[in-house]
């Protein structure tokens, strides 16, 4: 059985995913703060709602989708009740794994995930890292549950920071570019609606294309690029105006920030 402790929208989202993916109700479980929120996921998805306690004795694995703040809180209830074999997944942001380790019990593995929103429509940027305890047989299972919502890549753990501030934050800055591009588009006289269907649409290929072709985006950008043009006096203006560099700068300010968190 896996348990999902802390199904908030995150952990509703894996839920559904691995149940479309063919696992049955029966095999999954779920923790809620709310009686109200435990009904009705049992209601959506027929799956069994456990205490923190329950789930820890019984699930074969662990998924934690608590938010950062509730990770030591969570730990305390559990530890009691987890066998040194029980397989750890931590969905916390900035949480590392030594820190799971240390408040559960001797050899328990712990891998941790930062995944992103897409997860909701089954395109989650998923990475993975093993603590010290987990091994290739956790890792394999740990990617066997999250590639039905997504792709899963595995890192060292030091990286993840950086991966949360790149693929965990980065739906939020495609959304603030579009937000950028479609008001452009108002203030050159469309409709607001007819712009945003542009621009979501340019976004969608231009994700597929970078995707499916195998080319590096320099290439693809240098084959929308003609001498002389539109997109070229486009590029200049957002040289000009450092657009790459606060790119860079602001990635680097999400690391940052993360590692803030992680330090309390």
Known sequence: MIAI??????????????????RRPAQLAVTVRRAERGALLHER???????????AKTADTLVIAVKPQDMATLLEELGPHIPPGRLVISMAAGIPTSFIESRLPGGVPVVRVMSNTPVHVDEAMSVVSAGSHADEAHLKLTEELLTPVGKVLRIPESLQDGATALSGSGPAYFYYLVEAMVDA?????MPRAAALEMVVQSAVGAAVMLRDSGEHPVLLREAVTSPGGTTIAAIRELERHGVR???????????????????G
């Open 5 to 22: 402790l802390g199904a908030g929208k995150m952990g509703e989202a894996l839920l559904s995913g691995v149940l479309r993916a063919g």
């Open 45 to 55: 998805y027929g799956v069994a709602v456990l205490s923190n306690a329950e789930a």
């Open 185 to 189: 588009g108002i203030l050159l006289g």
């Open 245 to 263: 560099a606060a790119v860079l700068e602001a990635i680097e300010a999400a690391r940052n920030r993360g590692r803030e968190l992680a330090e």
